[in-house]
């Protein structure tokens, strides 16, 4: 059995334990302990959730400054989530090579933790294979509506002087990157796409690549 799935067992038993796991809607509920950034939270359970499908500007650590519009998402993910009891359907349910559980929160049946998160400029689509492709199709719509409302960080984002720069993706991975990244220069010719603008990357779903990121960096004591 590998890691991932053994964290999944673990976590459906400490669920089942602790009286969380509805069988008859086939969900699990849960509580918020701590916001980490805003893409990620840790369960009263003790169990690290990482918002799946999306990526949110990172917290610095170590004296490294934060990416711009970190903290902001951070808050706005707290406010979300607060004191609230919360839903993960159990047929979405996955786990990353850290460990954490790749999940969709819920509010309500109606509100989904993390398009709230797109659709209010405080995090970006981030695909991965494997992902459900209705839900990563809704995200990247509620995404392309924040981008043309210039919501939460796409204001600054699409008006740096790098908004104007091309940029390289890669088809199979859906990541992008500066004309300068080794990365993106050894990207099999039939998986590249190139892109006019950040905008144009971004528009398209594809998602930064973290080696080159063009995402500024601002003080973290703000």
């Known amino acids: 059995m590998n890691a991932k799935k053994k964290i999944i067992i673990l976590f459906l038993f400490f669920c089942v334990f602790c009286g969380a796991f509805n069988v008859n809607a086939a969900r699990w509920q849960v509580r918020v302990k701590k ?42 993910l707290e406010r979300l989530v607060r004191g609230r009891t919360l839903t993960i ?5 996955s786990a990353d090579r850290f460990g954490r559980i790749l999940a969709y929160l819920y509010i309500s049946d109606r509100e989904c933790v993390n398009e709230m ?5 405080m995090a970006f689509c981030f695909p991965h294979k494997g992902q459900d492709e209705e839900k990563m199709a809704r995200l990247l719509s509620v995404q392309r509506s924040a981008m043309n409302g210039l ?11 790098a908004a104007r720069d091309r940029y390289i993706g890669n088809k199979k991975s859906k990541r992008f990157h500066t004309m300068q990244c080794g990365f993106g220069r050894r990207i099999y ?3 590249k796409i190139l892109f006019s603008s950040l905008r144009e990357a971004f528009y398209a779903g594809f998602a ?5 990121t063009v995402w500024p960096r601002v003080s973290g004591v703000r």
């Open 35 to 76: 916001v980490f950034d805003g893409d990620t939270v840790v369960l009263m359970t003790g169990e690290t959730v990482r918002l799946q499908g999306i990526d949110a500007p990172e917290i610095g650590h170590n004296g490294e400054k934060d990416q711009y519009f970190a903290r902001e998402a951070r808050s706005f």
């Open 89 to 93: 359907e159990t047929r979405e349910l």
């Open 208 to 212: 930064p690549c973290r080696k080159c």
């Open 189 to 191: 010719y039939k998986n």
């Open 117 to 121: 998160m797109v659709a209010n400029g």
């Open 151 to 161: 919501r939460g960080f796409w204001a600054r984002i699409l008006s740096m002087k």
